[in-house]
């Protein structure tokens, strides 16, 4: 800006560079009235006078593939020379602070956001979001799902060699096969071969790895631009070693123990990484099959040896896997009859997060919707009730001659009644402070004494603690109280000294009653007492 000072004000001229060929943009622009707006607000005793937009041409002329940096220089600079820099006055207009002013409270008020696409689309990071739909950035609803209406299903199968594992997979809908042995003579789906693949360009022969096949066809199935219904992974190990050829390769080992420091990590976390994208992916099906392995044996604590039955991969990449998935089934023949086994022992590899009530079904795709179908309505159930299958409560014993309570049992909680509707507790703590809960005599032993003579008869006109013991101490109770007033008095004895406790004095144990001498036992005698014997005589 250029000042210029008066009497009354500081006056300043306003430039603003641009560095574009749209000049006509910015002559119906609103910034440069903004800012005088805002300045002239905020500096009392500044005036803009003047506004100018100082326009200089932007070429557009690239460097060429087929010439020089020095080429393309004198291209450059003979550009330049017929651009000519241009200052455009802009007179202000009121009416842009009132309409900036009216768009900024409707923004601030606004609870719908309706799109607005423009060539400015290209340059915000929302665009995604915007016009494709894509909603992982942002949260999602506070409300709970329909779990009836989780229709995707993760799982994984393994079996013995030629148990149907493949065939089984081709009855889902729409799959397509990652396929990794070449087994797909006889199942019609659509695949892509997981192996290396040799291309011969001239002199040059370039191989493709097995991996890098797998993980393209991952990304290209990330773009979700299809319209597979089911995904098969086939086998699942042979993706594993060819990972590990992969990051053998990109590193250059021969073996991971090459570098065992880091080489298992680096395989399994990017086999588990790339498993995880394909797992993760929305698709209706994602199923992973596995060959059978017994070749462990498992050693119980008795001695005996047990071969295991588990995935033919390693133990600690299988519990990741068994993690990624709801279920891990086995598929069993014997001879023609093929079943899906859900059982899990020490032994067997298996188990899920489904609730699943058959541990043995049919191979047949519409059997294994069912117990999805079963499961759902089961976890639903469950929701509806407040949480999973509730507790059953335990029996409540009682003390009876037959029934003794064990000695680790807990002593059963007294209930107790609740107050009558004129109960007041500012007045029933005012009793109890002055050693008078139940309100039956004068606190403090005060000089009106309402009680009942103790000779009196308890008749229909008396009140019915005329009958109950007087306490042995109540004497002595009241006259350590009126020495000592922070002495309390007993809650259980009233002015007359009678003893409302439940059993009377005889069960207080604040009776100072003297102690009864103890008798002293009879002394023992001894059951083997020592044999006498005969003195010899001497000779």
Known sequence: MISTRTDEFEAFDLYDFKYSNNAKNYAVSGQ?????YWYELTHPGHRIRNMYFLIVPKPKIRQKSTETLSQFRDRLQAALKDAEPTLMPVQYNPMKIVDFL????????????????NHFCGWCEYEEYCQKGWDYMLLPKNERRDLNATKKKVVWLYGAPFSGKTFFANQFPDPLMLNTDGNIKFVDAPYIAIRDTVTVEGRITKRKLAYEVFMDAVAE?????NDFR???VDLLEDVYESCRVYICDRQGWKHESDDSFRAWDMVRSEFLNTLKRLVNLDYENIILISHEDRSRDLTRKGGDKISSIKPNLQDKVANKVAGMVDLVARIVADDDERVLSFKTSEVIFGGGRLTVRDKEIPLTYDAFCEVYEEANQKAAGAVKRGGN????????????????????????????????GNYDPAEDAAKAACGDPDGTWTPGGGEKDDSVPVDEPATGNTPPWNDLPKCPDGERIFRQHDQNPEIPLCPSIDAGHRCHKEGGPDGCPLWDRPKAQAEEPAPKTDTNPPRRTRKKREE
């Open 32 to 36: 440069l009235h903004e800012y005088k």
């Open 102 to 117: 009216t768009d900024v409270k409707h923004m601030v008020e606004a609870t719908d956001f309706p799109k607005n696409s």
């Open 221 to 225: 199935l990330e773009k979700k631009q």
């Open 230 to 232: 089911t995904i098969v």
């Open 389 to 420: 299958t509730p507790a059953t409560p335990a029996p409540e014993t009682t003390d009876t001659p037959t029934t003794a309570p064990s000695r680790r049992g807990r002593k059963a909680k007294t209930v107790t009644p609740p107050p009558a």
